[in-house]
Each structure stands twice: as structure tokens, then as C-alpha cells.
């Protein structure tokens, strides 16, 4: 929280908003969800009981434009295990598309719905301009990310 914290007052001009939700443009426009998904990491754990693989170590998940980096990322396949069907990201996450980039404690990526939810101490830069909230859901495919809980900003002006 003291990072984002000091983010927002180190940015200048503050305004906090009274809103309890946000909607914003998140990335490039329209992700391909069906695009495939690549994960490196330093290392690899994989369970059969249950279908899953936990990668840890700078753990780097692609698909299209999008990245999402975090230390350590639990991997759930689909039914047959011919795809992933959730990742959950924790240790402190990274999400990149396009020119835009949103931190938080934790995420969890549904593949087939096209959806991240980030939670807990959420920092999105677009810009020079940042917002900050409890949660951000992540809509890939609309290419829009709804900002949950008490929803603060800094909006730079165009003399800066």
C-alpha cells in the first residue's frame, strides 16, 4: 500500500474519486484470447492428481501483446489437459498490453472467458496518468478493465 501510496503523491496533481467503480480502455483494443499461451520460468512442478503445473522462478506468461510476469504462477488444464483453462498468479504481478501496465498483489486469468482479475493493491499506468484500486477486472477481448473498490487518480495536464 506504501508504494502506492507514494506513487500517487509523487505524480502531483491528485484527485481522488468518489466512485466505488471504474471503467477504463485497458492494452491495444481486442486480444486474441485464442492465441496460444507461453509460460517461461526457473522452474516447473507438475501434478497429476489434480491437473495442474506450478511454475516459479521470473515466471513470464505471453499470449499476443500481453504479458504477465510474477514469482510464482499455478497453472490449471482444462478437462483431457488440451489447454489451460486459469492461471493464478501471486508474489506481486505484472500485467503489460500495449503501452499500458497494471500491478497487484495477485491475479487470476480465466483463458476461456478472456478475463484477469488483479487483486489487491492495483497500480494502472496509462501514460503518465495512473489509477489505483483494490481490484481491476481485465476484459481481453473488449479491451476494458473495470477498477473495483475506492478508485483513486492522477491525471497529468498537457503543460507537464
Known amino acids: ?11 502531483g496533481f491528485a484527485v481522488a474519486a468518489n466512485a466505488q467503480s471504474t471503467e477504463v480502455a485497458f492494452g491495444t483494443g481486442q486480444q486474441d484470447t485464442s492465441l496460444p499461451v507461453e509460460v517461461s520460468a526457473d522452474t516447473l512442478s507438475v501434478s497429476q492428481n489434480d491437473g495442474s503445473a506450478l511454475f516459479t522462478g521470473n515466471v513470464v506468461i505471453g499470449q499476443g501483446e500481453m504479458r504477465l510476469s510474477a514469482p510464482r504462477v499455478l497453472v490449471f488444464y482444462t478437462e483431457g489437459q488440451s489447454g489451460v483453462e486459469r492461471l493464478e498468479a501471486t508474489g506481486g504481478v505484472t500485467l503489460v498490453n500495449g503501452d499500458q501496465a497494471a500491478e497487484a498483489d495477485t491475479a487470476e486469468y480465466e483463458v476461456n472467458r478472456g478475463t484477469i482479475r488483479m487483486l489487491g493493491n492495483v497500480l494502472l499506468t ?6 489505483v484500486s483494490d481490484s481491476m477486472d481485465v476484459d481481453l477481448e ?16 498537457g503543460d507537464n
Open 1 to 11: 500500500m506504501m508504494r502506492t501510496v507514494m506513487t500517487v503523491a509523487m505524480l
Open 142 to 157: 473488449n479491451g476494458t478493465a473495470l477498477m473495483n473498490g475506492r478508485v483513486r487518480t492522477v491525471f497529468q495536464s
Open 126 to 131: 496509462q501514460g503518465a496518468n495512473t489509477l
